[in-house]
């Protein structure tokens, strides 16, 4: 997108006086000059079934999504696969699969996007912060278990940056509580803990195809659940509780609806794309990782730098390259200046004001949220981008601390 001409302008709501500038969606679009943080990834290919599946008088829930699901098998290491609208979805089906009613709590950590928490909110459940591991970002196994109560009925863990959290912990603590574990694996598609895909571990694991991830679909998400009990409501939950395979009288009008559901399931024009795409997701991957393996050899023994202290029994997927730096908003400014997008990505959720009763002391995200920042690490920086990423961040945090 060279020009902005034929594009509108988004105009700032009147209350608000605010909108999504023009500077924070060039950052967003990843086609500015400066190296950016994000950048979608879409394959040409996707065009050629994508003008057949748009064209073919069938364009809902259907043939693509089935052969989607399959496709996503290998990689998620689990055949209970449910393809769903948004990543968000999946997260609010979890809930609901694992029984969390109204006035239940849920144990959760802040240090995500706030797409984790407020399925919570919208199961009318409470939530209880949870500390997190300041040298990673991901939550903390004895402080979840701390935090179980007779009122807890599950655990949202995310993989931060795509780092695999604590998972045979937080399942072992799932199993001695009876508390359902579910995994936010959306910055981690394509990550393993101890040699087995995320996706193959907990009682259920929610990935997002949104715009910017590894895998995107345009939007989309998956669902994948241990127990096929559960896999089989998820697919009536879905679509309203309806069963879309059962026998029909009336080609359209359904039976009997035994429970209500949603209306979250994926449709054939999104899972056509997500069949092109996941193709190349191996190499997207391969990329992330290969420019993290180069960053975390440059990166080492900085003064005003920590590198995420990552354990190699797991393999992440690095959609995220986080460090840890002294003086962040001066570090920002200086990357920024060199041509190079940095961010924080995701507030910590506890201090929005939506979740203003649930606030509690956590040492563990105060340290990391002070600290803690993002660099360019995808598939779209070069040699020549990530020695400069690396050369700019060098000059600025070998200093004195
Ligand atoms: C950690 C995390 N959880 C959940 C989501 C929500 O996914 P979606 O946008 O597909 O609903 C996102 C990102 O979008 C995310 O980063």
Redesign the pocket.
């Given at each position: 997108m060279k020009s902005s001409s034929n594009v509108p302008k988004i105009v700032p709501h009147p209350s608000s006086g605010k909108g999504i500038s023009e500077e924070v969606r060039h950052l967003l679009s990843g086609q500015g000059e400066a190296i950016p943080l994000f950048k979608v990834h879409l394959v040409p290919e996707v065009l050629e079934p994508l003008g057949r599946t748009l064209l073919s008088g069938y364009i809902g829930q259907g043939p693509r999504v089935d052969e989607f699901e399959k496709a996503l098998v290998p990689w998620l290491g689990n055949h209970n696969v449910l393809a769903l609208n948004?990543?968000?979805?999946?997260?609010q089906l979890a809930l609901r699969l694992a029984n969390v009613e109204p006035g239940d709590e849920v144990i959760s950590t802040p240090m995500?996007?706030t797409?984790?928490n407020v399925p919570i909110m919208a199961m009318g459940a409470r939530i209880v912060w949870a500390d997190i591991d300041p040298h990673t970002g991901n939550v903390d196994p004895l402080d979840v278990e701390r935090k179980i109560s007779p009122r807890t009925k599950a655990v949202m863990a995310?993989h931060?940056a795509g780092y695999p959290c604590e998972v045979d912990e937080l399942d072992r603590i799932g199993e001695k509580h009876g508390v359902t574990i579910i995994e936010?694996a959306?910055?981690a598609f394509g990550g393993t803990y101890r040699g087995r895909p995320i996706g193959s571990h907990s009682d259920f694991v929610?990935f997002?195809?949104?715009a910017?991830?590894h895998l995107t679909t345009v939007?989309?998400?998956a669902l994948v659940a241990k127990d096929t009990e559960s896999y089989k409501r998820g697919k009536l939950l879905r679509w309203y509780g309806i069963d879309r395979e059962s026998e029909r009288r009336d080609f359209r009008c359904e039976q009997d609806v035994a429970e209500w559901g949603y209306k979250f399931h994926m449709n054939d024009v999104t899972a056509t794309i997500g069949l092109e795409q996941i193709r190349h997701v191996d190499d997207v991957l391969r990329r992330h990782r290969e420019n993290a393996a180069y960053y975390r050899e440059r990166l080492t023994g900085l003064r005003r730098l920590e590198l995420l202290a990552y354990q190699d029994d797991r393999e992440p997927s690095y959609w995220l390259f986080t460090v840890r730096v002294r003086e962040r908003d001066r570090f920002m400014l200086e990357m920024r200046k060199a041509g190079i997008v940095t961010s924080q990505?995701?507030a910590r959720n506890d201090q929005h004001s939506m979740f203003a009763e649930f606030r509690r002391v956590l040492p563990g995200v105060d340290e990391f949220a002070a600290e803690q920042v993002s660099i360019p690490v995808g598939w779209w920086l070069g040699e020549d981008e990530r020695a400069h990423v690396a050369d700019t961040v060098v000059r600025l945090c070998e200093g004195a601390a």
């Open positions: 948004s990543g968000t979805s999946a997260l995500t996007c797409a984790t995310v931060w936010d959306a910055h929610c997002s195809f949104q910017i991830k939007d989309g998400g990505v995701h």
